[in-house]
């Protein structure tokens, strides 16, 4: 069944591809991040830039830096340029106490350790150059095949063996009308984890003032290869609780979902979730029917509405702390993974333990393994065409 392509791909004058790939290069994390402020004319307040401080070193012993976003509600949301990893994002709960939401380290040795590497859960980095599942490490593109790294067993997960989570971006913090950012940039070379083509990415983040972390992706080639980018940030809106996520509501818009083998590679089949665990149309708890799902949720959900160029993709309700988040994107996808791998071996912010159901994903996204399968929307990026997309995590509350 041949789904319609939406594609996030604007297409721009090659000068205009070669400018912007001129000026993401600039970006240096060395630049000085001390508190400065900036007037906006339209609205004559002060602004305070995006401080930064040291986060350790990466085992190379290059020195990387996280950097603090905050708006006028008091909101916080800490980065590194270490995998631009969202390693922490503070918010009020429903009687006003900020909470932090996000599974994570308190330093970049945390992201590097040997049990941290060995479970792979990729912790609210950057993923890149493709996103999710590529079955048996290969693909072939204008008739030629592509050799990739396999670090998921027969298949690649997340770029490869060193995706963009385990690179070191260029940093430069900033501002504008919707509250502070830090612009990310990163370019991947041709043949890097087997893919073609020099690609320059850049991600940024921004805190607004009402409470919602927007991502911004772009990105550049020179020759033709498949993108797919993402944020796998793990959520717990009662994290500070030290819970699971089980209690949490549910809302996915979306009335199909990628059906998938053994090794969680879709099958092609785009089966609806009417009558099924997979049916969040209406909220559900997690917990409620995860146990009908072996090894619980890690699928692909087939957004409705995904022509429209902003959607609704899930919604989320905690009852304890009354938070509350809702994502929409620009995406045709969204995958839902609810912690089912993590063990209890790895411990985070505070001594933090992390076991199983201790946090779940939501990934906006193209479809996995989307370079074997053809009927699946397109993410095959071509010289002289500019990769676009926007996700936004909105925070708030019901009392």
């Not at 890690?298 to 919604?315: E, F, G, I, P, R």
Request: proline letters at 6%; hydrophobic letters at 30%; glycine letters at 10%.
């Amino acid at each position: 069944m041949t789904i319609p392509l939406r594609s996030v791909r604007l297409a721009v004058p090659l000068s205009s591809v070669l400018l912007l790939a001129a000026c993401g290069s600039n970006n240096s994390a060395d630049q000085s991040t001390a508190a400065s402020t900036t007037t906006a004319d339209s609205t004559k307040t002060t602004t305070t830039m995006p401080v930064s401080a040291p986060f350790g070193k990466t085992t190379d012993g290059t020195e990387v830096q996280l950097f603090t976003l905050r708006n006028s509600s008091g909101a916080q949301a800490t980065i590194t340029n270490y995998g631009g990893t969202l390693t922490s994002l503070m918010v009020p709960d429903k009687d006003g106490k900020m909470g932090d939401v996000i599974l994570g380290f308190d330093n970049v040795s945390g992201y590097q350790s040997a049990e941290y590497l060995k479970s792979g859960p990729y912790f609210g980095a950057l993923i890149g150059r493709y996103g999710n599942r590529i079955k048996g490490g290969k693909f072939t593109l204008d008739g030629k095949s592509y050799t990739l790294a396999k670090n998921n067993g027969p298949n690649t997960l997340h770029g490869g063996k060193v995706g963009y989570d385990k690179v070191v971006w260029q940093a430069e913090p900033g501002t504008s009308a919707d509250g502070q950012s830090l612009k990310l940039t990163y370019l991947s070379k041709d043949g890097e984890e087997g893919y073609p083509g020099n690609l320059t990415v850049t991600v940024v983040y921004t805190l607004t003032n009402d409470n919602a972390l927007k991502i911004d992706y772009t990105a550049t080639t020179d020759k033709a290869t498949p993108i797919n980018l993402t944020n796998h940030a793990y959520f717990n809106l009662n994290h500070g609780a030290g819970k699971d996520i089980l209690n949490h509501e549910v809302t996915i818009p979306a009335d199909r979902y990628t059906v998938v083998d053994a090794t969680l590679i879709p099958t092609g089949e785009l089966r609806p979730v009417k009558g099924t665990p997979f049916d969040f149309t209406t909220p559900h708890t997690i917990g409620e029917r995860i146990a009908q799902v072996p090894g619980g949720y890690d699928h692909n959900w087939v957004l409705n509405n995904a022509s429209a160029k902003m959607h609704a993709a899930a919604t989320v309700y905690e009852p304890v702390s009354g938070r509350t988040m809702e994502v929409t994107t620009d995406e045709p996808g969204i995958q839902f993974y609810t912690g089912n791998f993590l063990d209890g071996t790895l411990k985070g912010k505070a001594g933090t333990t992390y076991g199983k159901h201790a946090g779940f994903c939501l990934e906006t996204q193209h479809f996995p393994d989307s370079p074997n399968q053809p009927k699946f929307p397109n993410t095959v990026l071509k010289p002289g065409e500019t990769f676009r997309s926007t996700s936004v995590y909105k925070f708030g509350v019901r009392k």
